[in-house]
């Protein structure tokens, strides 16, 4: 283990291990992963060699440590209020300001000329990258003392997205009136759930059911409903 860590700060690779450091707080082992992190598929499309595969498993594994510390931080929170906060934090805008103050689009090897407007999400998608290297190479509880420590206390602001209140109803409605079709919310199921009325509702557009939503209450689950629809549609919500 020493020659490893000896070798990996007296080499060419010296700058990188520095940087990997100094924002996650972890000695990397494995530079070649974190090499993977800044290869964007617009220039390098083997599959071993870009980062869309480690983009993929941080999604996964920042989605886990993001739940479980709302589960400890708000113990009397119900599921809806967890899934909207998580949204805010996970969601494409927040994780795009992470990656620009990381820095990381700096470093991202990428073809500019082929990118059109996947660009504006290339700091977000790379600072998920960046999450499955350091889980890969350190393992889960790094990741997550990376995550709580460096970035949900000093790159997030949570109490803030905890005040935003996000009307994802409004915005649907908004965007199908501007398509000039129909769209209607319809309560698919009321069923009982920790002893509580427990809702799913079906967001219907121009008759057909486009997204389900669930909550303890019906305004919840509706909210939950749009909120899954504009992603299936491919609009980014409005924070």
């Given at each position: 283990?020493?020659?490893?860590?000896?070798n990996?700060?007296?080499s060419?690779?010296?700058?990188?291990?520095?940087?990997?450091?100094?924002?996650?707080?972890?000695?990397?082992?494995?530079?070649?992963?974190?090499?993977?992190?800044?290869?964007?598929?617009?220039?390098?499309?083997?599959?071993?060699?870009?980062?869309?595969?480690?983009?993929?498993?941080?999604?996964?594994?920042?989605?886990?440590?993001?739940?479980?510390?709302?589960?400890?931080?708000?113990?009397?929170?119900?599921?809806?209020?967890?899934?909207?906060?998580?949204?805010?934090?996970?969601?494409?805008?927040?994780?795009?300001?992470?990656?620009?103050?990381?820095?990381?689009?700096?470093?991202?090897?990428?073809?500019?000329?082929?990118?059109?407007?996947?660009?504006?999400?290339?700091?977000?998608?790379?600072?998920?990258?960046?999450?499955?290297?350091?889980?890969?190479?350190?393992?889960?509880?790094?990741?997550?003392?990376?995550?709580?420590?460096?970035?949900?206390?000093?790159?997030?602001?949570?109490?803030?997205?905890?005040?935003?209140?996000?009307?994802?109803?409004?915005?649907?409605?908004?965007?199908?009136?501007?398509?000039?079709?129909?769209?209607?919310?319809?309560?698919?199921?009321?069923?009982s759930?920790?002893?509580?009325?427990?809702?799913?509702?079906?967001?219907?557009?121009?008759?057909?059911?486009?997204?389900?939503g669930?909550?303890?209450?019906?305004?919840?689950?509706?909210?939950?409903?749009?909120?899954?629809?504009?992603?299936?549609?491919?609009?980014?919500?409005?924070q």
């Amino acid at each position: 283990m020493i020659r490893k860590l000896y070798n990996t700060f007296f080499s060419s690779d010296k700058a990188l291990a520095s940087y990997i450091r100094s924002i996650t707080g972890i000695t990397p082992t494995n530079l070649k992963l974190y090499k993977q992190v800044f290869q964007h598929r617009s220039k390098h499309t083997e599959i071993k060699e870009n980062n869309e595969r480690l983009e993929l498993l941080g999604d996964s594994i920042l989605d886990a440590i993001v739940c479980e510390y709302l589960f400890k931080k708000y113990p009397y929170k119900e599921e809806g209020f967890m899934t909207e906060l998580r949204s805010k934090i996970v969601n494409r805008k927040s994780l795009n300001e992470v990656g620009t103050k990381l820095g990381l689009v700096e470093k991202l090897s990428f073809n500019r000329r082929s990118m059109t407007d996947v660009s504006k999400d290339l700091a977000g998608n790379t600072f998920e990258a960046l999450v499955g290297a350091v889980y890969l190479d350190a393992g889960f509880d790094a990741t997550k003392k990376f995550i709580l420590r460096r970035v949900l206390k000093n790159l997030i602001d949570v109490e803030t997205l905890e005040l935003t209140n996000t009307d994802y109803k409004s915005q649907i409605f908004h965007y199908i009136q501007r398509e000039g079709k129909s769209i209607d919310f319809k309560v698919a199921e009321e069923k009982s759930k920790n002893r509580r009325a427990y809702f799913v509702i079906e967001l219907e557009i121009a008759g057909q059911v486009v997204s389900r939503g669930e909550g303890f209450n019906k305004k919840v689950a509706e909210q939950n409903a749009a909120m899954n629809a504009l992603k299936i549609l491919g609009v980014e919500p409005e924070q």
